[in-house]
């Protein structure tokens, strides 16, 4: 089984399903025409800036910007190309009279950005000055002028309506349920983002994960974000603390009652899926949210998984 079990777990769970929110964790389905749950109060400064050329270039010349998102429950999510390659890594932020502050997980203020211009616009001036650490190494990037494009199309309100409101957030994992039938029989639930009792089940089970597949689940499903822009990140806390964010691209699928993910990293995710998994969507009142996965895995075996996420605000 082994690369079977690693690539699910991987791509099922940042497509993230999920079943009620309710206190007595009971499954429930609601009616989604019926629930409204209240936009963040953010959502109305949420905007990608996705800057031109090659990317706005650090100090040190060794790494480049090509984009920053504000999303709709406040989150800075920094896309930068570094000599390790591709990294998304998630903040927090505050925006008050058009400045934008960043912070880390720690509330230490970690950069600026601020707008210049008319907002509307399609291309924007933004002055930027934030620090960026990954793997220990620092890059610092300022800016006090530069041309960069503001992606702010909501291209998917006219088909979203309320489901769109009401997905564009970010998400908090209660829980996990995992069934996995043909190839391999599993089913475990746990009441966390945690990641690494699957790893306990395979033991179990003699799946027969290696080393390597076996530290890639050893991390927390932290957050999950999607935005109106048809940007989806996940992010993970490592057993070390570090912040791991990784993401994908969503649209929706031809029902409108769910959604169709493709991963940035083409290594990750769909390479294991079916492009043809039906992700549904199920929101309640009490503000949860519940998505089902249930696809086709193509690994060392060939098997059906089933996934259930339980997300809450």
């Known amino acids: 089984m082994k690369k079977g079990f690693f690539y699910f777990a991987m791509a099922a769970f940042a497509v993230f399903c999920a079943a009620s929110c309710g206190d007595d964790d009971e499954f429930v389905k609601p009616d989604n025409s019926k629930v409204e749950i209240p936009e963040p109060p953010t959502s109305s400064v949420a905007a990608e800036y996705q800057f031109s050329g090659d990317g706005l270039k650090s100090t040190d010349g ?9 999303t709709e429950s406040g989150k800075a999510i920094v896309d930068i190309i570094t000599p390790m390659g591709e990294k998304f890594i998630t903040y927090d932020a505050k925006v008050e009279n058009g400045r934008i502050s960043i912070y880390d997980e720690f509330g230490n203020l970690i950069g600026e950005a601020q707008e210049v211009g008319t907002k509307g616009s399609a291309n924007v001036s933004l002055i930027l000055d934030c620090e960026i650490i990954v793997n220990g ?34 998400w908090n994992v209660k829980s996990l349920f995992l069934t996995l039938s043909g190839g391999v029989d599993l089913s475990k639930y746990e009441e966390s983002g ?7 089940e395979a033991r179990k089970r003699d799946v027969g994960l290696t080393p390597e597949e076996e530290a890639q689940l050893s991390k927390v499903i932290k957050t999950i974000t999607a935005d109106k822009n048809g940007n989806l990140f996940i992010e993970y806390v490592e057993k070390d603390g570090t912040h791991l964010t990784e993401a994908a691209k969503w649209t929706w699928n031809a029902s409108k009652t769910g959604i169709v993910i493709k991963f940035r990293d083409t290594e990750m995710g769909n390479k294991f899926m079916s492009d043809n998994s039906q992700i549904d969507l199920e929101f309640n009142t009490s503000g949860g949210l519940t998505l089902g996965l249930n696809t086709d895995i193509k690994g060392t075996k060939n098997y059906h998984a089933n996934l259930i996420v339980v997300l809450k605000q």
Do not use: W
Not at 139 to 163: D, M, R
């Open 194 to 200: 945690n990641l690494e009792v699957f790893v306990a």
């Open 137 to 170: 190494k620092t890059y610092s990037f300022k800016i006090t002028g530069e041309s960069a494009v503001a992606v702010l199309k909501f291209v998917n309100e006219a088909t979203g309506g309320q489901a769109l409101i009401n997905l564009c957030r970010t």
């Open 62 to 70: 060794e790494s480049k910007m090509q984009a920053l998102t504000i």
